[in-house]
């Protein structure tokens, strides 16, 4: 294992369900949590450090690919991470929070796709499903979900999920979790 590199992100209570991983696939024991692969931890100072790391993780193999969760409260810079990411991968024109339509989507140069989610006034993930989201979550390209707690259920397991913090003197604490192999990747590079 790598240094850094945490198997659980805490012990987990044992559950019988048959929605969750399997650790053991001949019994029906469960863990209620994901695997985490690997945990990154960061600060940025300001803007200029969050749009820095966008570069990197946009000069990254399979970005075109990925699903990035977000998580933070209202303020904590999610919408802006996601500007800087776009405008890395080339995105021209504006960039906006997709809050009211749920999803807006962006053409990467080189026909790439990237869709924008924030899911933050769902109150039934349900509601994904009337909206058609499944579908645009199975098709190929990079997929960015804001609130992804509020599409519980819906939403595939994330590559990258990201937990922003905002400190008392406006800097950000950021812990990135690798969740499937390309997180991995995505993280070294």
Request: glycine share 8%; with cysteine; aromatic share 6%.
């Amino acid at each position: 294992m790598s240094p850094g590199a945490q198997p659980l992100e805490q012990p987990g209570r044992i559950e019988r369900t048959p929605r969750r991983r399997r650790l053991f696939p001949l019994c029906d024991v469960t863990l209620a949590h994901s695997l985490i692969l690997e945990t990154r931890r960061l600060h940025w100072a300001d803007e200029a450090s969050c749009a820095a790391f966008a570069q990197i993780l946009a000069a990254r193999a399979g970005i075109h690919e990925a699903l990035i969760e977000l998580h933070g409260p209202l303020g904590a810079g999610k919408t802006t991470f996601v500007r800087h990411l776009l405008r890395a991968l080339g995105v021209s024109g504006r960039i906006k929070s997709p809050t009211y339509a749920v999803m807006e989507p962006y053409e990467l140069p080189g026909g790439a796709l990237a869709a924008h989610f924030d899911f933050y006034r769902f109150s039934d993930p349900r509601e994904g499903l009337d909206a058609g989201l499944r579908d645009v979550l199975a098709a190929p390209g990079l997929k960015i979900a804001e609130w992804p707690d509020h599409a519980a259920g819906l939403l595939p397991m994330p590559d990258l999920r990201f937990q922003i913090a905002v400190r008392d003197d406006d800097s950000r604490d950021v812990h990135v979790d690798a969740m499937t192999p390309r997180g991995v990747e995505l993280l070294h590079g």
